[in-house]
């Protein structure tokens, strides 16, 4: 292996050991990319999610469905996402 093999390799993350649930890994994930300045490419199959349409409990939906690539770019503004859904979960008392 060489210098450049190893340099290459590197710029892939791995996700820490205290990675517990999804919503940890997805902040790992996005935190990362966003450190490199780096977008996320994700790849799915038949995929459909029911998104909020504003922050309250009778909130209407849209529904997103994915079928194939999906890159996305994270912003200088982050906030994670455990954060974002405890938002929710009070907004919605």
Not at 30 to 40: D, F, G, K, M, P
């Amino acid at each position: 292996m060489t210098a450049a093999d190893s340099d290459s390799q590197s710029e892939f993350a791995t996700a820490p050991s205290e990675v517990d649930d999804w919503l940890d890994l997805i902040d790992y994930l996005t935190s990362e990319a966003a450190e490199r300045n780096q977008a996320l490419e994700c790849e799915f199959e038949d995929v459909s999610v029911d998104v909020p349409m504003s922050m309250r409990q009778d909130a209407e939906t849209a529904n997103w469905r994915f079928d194939g690539g999906l890159t996305m770019s994270v912003g200088e503004v982050r906030v994670p996402l455990r954060d974002w859904m405890q938002y929710w979960e009070r907004s919605s008392d």
